[in-house]
């Protein structure tokens, strides 16, 4: 999918991310000269302002002059370059704008250690280096900056490990590894993605621990395994796509639970089972797709016309039919726990008050004569009201 096609796609998830981040940028920052009134006397920080000129030694190529001004003697604060934020109250860096357009103008092309020094902007919150030829591995001091909020490195030639990043788009660049089950411990993360990259493994299940969560796009890389139910839990899911992966095992029935999905793409993989009935997708612009995979079952019934394309590549799917009222049917793997440990508890329970029962009339004497007595006065009621309608009956089939 190109990534104008998945912009148009996303308007409401992108709205709200960027609107979180230009107000928590717009209290704490100024930015360039325009700012310079309400900064007063505070400049940038030596270490930083070293950080940034190391960065700027290491850029082969810079078309669009976004580091021009860095360095400049004039210019000696980097607090006023361009494309950087600093704090208005301590002068750190808290914001790199440094992002081209791949299809249209690529600015920054640099070497494999340009990313390095930028480990040492320790209250950064904001880094976008999107749309460039960086080429550099992704260091850990980048991973683990703690005060970063934002980090989009996309379209790129950076390569590494995904790391622990919290708030991260890292697409269409050439990371491998696993995706780190760390990534699912901010409580506060909007959106992840990872697409075009070469990720291997399993699809961490604490990715769904955020209910924050609006976008997740783990397509087009190697990951394999099944879909954790967890994401389940990402209640304010709206776009979702793991296709052109090697995922396998059933669609968990907990992926219906997300009621604001607008977008879910699952296509080339190795799923297979049904559909999960109560998957509903109705809110436009919606957009589903299960192709290319060896889904079973029929159209469910909630999910709003996605077209007979949604489902080719499915052997043994009908596209033709759509599914009746949903039945106790549930894809969720945990679920097939539930009934050997149901079986044992009703055994234990049987055995249990059967000898509770048994053994306290057999201890008990005057209990047990009791129950025998009862049995007995129960018999011949029966007995006794039993025979007295059939004399009626009899006596009235004479007359």
Known sequence: MNRHYQNIRKPRATLLILGCLVMSLCTSCSVGKSNDVYRKNITCIDQERDALLKFKHH???DSCRLVASWGN??????????????????????????????????????????????????????????????SSIIPDAIENLQSLMYLDLSYNSLSGSSGSLSYFNLSNNRLEGSIPSAIGDSHSILQIDLSNNRLQGSIPSAIGDSHSLLQ??????????????????????????LSNNHLEGVIPSSIANLKYLEYLDL??????????????ITKPPYFANFSNNNLSG?????????????????????IYE??????????????????PGLYVSI???????????????????SWRHAYFGFLDHTIDKIYVTVAIYLARFRRNSQV
């Open 216 to 241: 997740i796009d783990l397509s087009n890389n190697r990951l394999q395994g099944p879909i954790p139910s967890s994401l389940g839990r990402a209640s304010l899911l709206s776009y979702l796509n």
């Open 59 to 61: 850029i082969d190529s």
């Open 73 to 134: 003697p004039h210019t000696p604060d980097c607090c006023t370059w361009e494309g950087v934020t600093c704090s208005n109250q301590s002068g750190h860096v808290i914001g790199l704008h440094l992002g081209g357009d791949p299809y249209l103008n690529v600015c920054l092309d640099s070497s494999v250690y340009s990313l390095y020094s930028l480990g040492e902007l320790k209250r950064l919150t904001y880094l976008d280096l999107s749309g460039n030829l960086l």
């Open 267 to 280: 296509s080339t993989n190795n799923l297979s089972g049904d559909i999960p009935c109560k998957l509903e």
């Open 298 to 318: 029929s159209v469910p019934k909630y999910l709003s016309s996605p077209g007979f394309d949604a489902f080719q590549g499915n052997p043994n799917f009908n």
């Open 322 to 339: 759509v599914q009746g009222p949903c039945d106790y049917k549930d894809n969720d793997k945990n679920d097939d726990k539930i009934y």
């Open 347 to 365: 055994g234990l329970g049987i055995y249990t008050g059967f000898w509770v029962f048994c053994g306290t009339l057999t201890v008990k004497t």
